[in-house]
């Protein structure tokens, strides 16, 4: 049995009490110590390289399709699927919510599963475990000798003042956080997940986002990992101003790579952060993993990938900014690029990366700029002309949450193929049919709901 200091004993003793397995346990606490001693898991710009160039998937050569549709035989995928959508006002799994054609993410990701006939796993949270699973209940063919999922764990929220457990009477659950996607690896072990793909003859495993529909199995992209035996490899597109907050790709001085998240950044140089043309790639959170490799390097660490920590302030209740001051200890699954030797990078295209994070990419998705394959895929519509990629800016007084939504575009969508920018201030209601071309700004100010009639075609700017 693993002998815990005793500033830890108090976490252990909390973990033990809420179930959690011990191979999580002894984990959380190689991060702990990593805390107590002064770690902030901050990477410094001086410390690292920028990435000036990597391989392009959309110059990969054509035999590769034929490689990877061999390994489908032997490939699994595995979708995060922990949140619930409560910034957009949900009250269960994101992935729950129709997004196209009637269908809702989790039903566009099966039928996607099915259509390649490969197993699926979803990465759930206990929050999102009970209403996905009997959702997946439509899909039988999806039941099969592998678990349809496995749960995320939890740890324990840290007081800043004396690095000592968090207690708040209000809401016992708000002691604790989601320890970050890079928890993946754990889970994958303590669930007997991983051990399961193995013996079911899986070597490899394509994992990203639920709420990222641009991120399916693409045999090209899969022959060249397994044509290589990479042990991991991440998919990573080009920066653009909006992009310049969120992680990026980097390597060490030996050329290992590594991915830096913005609270690994310390903050004077924040700056060369966000310099898209000096950190040219991000991370689109779609993985390859070797499992085989996977299972070898937790063997040799006692079960632990040991990712480099991550140390967010918070506190305790975070609609409370007067409450407790915490530290969450989080990881992310991409880190494990730095952890396994000879791993890689492959630039893929923007198309790859359609993450659906609020009501304006929820609109996007939904109007006729996207479009559904019949293998379940979403892509951009080839009749788009329109070099500049779509911009919505919705009103988040009105448009944040799906009901606001949804009762503001009771049509549907607008037609959206030729803009380039909707910006919408304040409350109106679309009738159908409407169309927006260019860049169209609607303000109103009016203090009433504006309608916007039937078969209307904006261009400019509107002011009511």
């Known amino acids: 049995m693993t002998v815990f200091t005793p500033q830890f004993q108090p976490f252990a003793t909390q973990m033990h009490a809420a179930a959690l397995p011990q191979i999580f346990i002894e984990t959380f606490a190689h991060y702990y110590e990593q805390l107590a001693q002064g770690q902030t898991g901050m990477m410094a710009e001086a410390d690292i390289k920028p990435v000036l160039s990597l391989p392009d998937a959309e110059s990969l050569p054509a035999q590769l399709g034929e490689i990877g549709q061999a390994a489908l035989a032997q490939t699994a995928v595995i979708k995060l699927n922990g949140g619930l959508g409560t910034g957009m006002g949900l009250e269960q799994a994101k992935s729950l919510l129709p997004v196209r054609d009637g269908l809702t993410f989790l039903d566009i990701i099966a039928r996607q599963a099915l259509h390649i006939g490969v197993p699926l796993l979803l990465m759930n949270s206990f929050v999102t475990d009970v209403d996905a699973l009997a959702h997946l209940k439509a899909y039988p063919d999806l039941w099969g000798q592998l678990p349809l999922s496995f749960v995320q764990h939890k740890a324990p929220k840290i007081r800043q003042d004396n690095l000592s457990p968090v207690s708040w009477e209000a809401d016992p659950e708000l002691a604790w956080c989601p320890p970050g996607h890079g928890d993946i690896y754990t889970a994958l072990v303590t669930s007997g997940a991983l051990s399961a793909l193995l013996a079911a003859g899986c070597k490899y495993a394509f994992v990203a986002n639920a709420d990222n529909l641009g991120a399916a199995v693409d045999v090209t992209i899969l022959g060249y990992f397994a044509d290589n035996q990479f042990p991991f490899m991440m998919e990573v597109a080009d920066r653009t101003e909006m992009d310049k907050k969120g992680g990026h790709l980097a390597q060490l001085p030996n050329g290992q790579l590594v991915l830096r998240e913005s609270a690994q950044c310390p903050a004077e140089d924040m700056a060369q952060f966000q310099d898209v043309t000096r950190h040219r790639y991000f991370n689109t959170n779609n993985l390859w993993l070797n499992l085989p490799a996977l299972a070898d390097m937790l063997a040799v660490n006692g079960q632990k990938l040991l990712l480099p920590l991550i140390r967010n302030a918070k506190t305790v209740d975070p609609r409370d900014a007067s409450s407790t001051p915490v ?30 994070k609020n009501s304006d990419d929820l609109l996007a998705v939904r109007s006729d700029v996207y479009k559904l394959t019949p293998d379940y895929r979403i892509v951009l519509n080839e009749a788009r002309t329109e070099q500049r990629p779509l911009l919505v800016e919705l009103d988040p007084r009105h448009y944040k949450f799906v009901s606001q939504l949804d009762a503001r575009f009771p049509a549907g969508a607008p037609s959206l193929l030729h803009c380039t920018h909707l910006n919408v201030v304040g409350d109106f209601q679309f009738g159908r049919g409407v169309v927006a071309q260019g860049d169209v700004r609607l303000i109103n100010e009016s203090g009433q709901q504006i309608v916007i009639p039937d078969g209307a075609v904006l261009t400019g700017t509107y002011r009511y």
């Open 327 to 356: 530290f969450q200890l989080e990881t992310a699954m991409g880190s494990a690029i730095a952890v396994f030797k000879g791993a890689q990078a492959l630039r893929v295209p923007r198309t790859r990366f359609a993450p659906v």
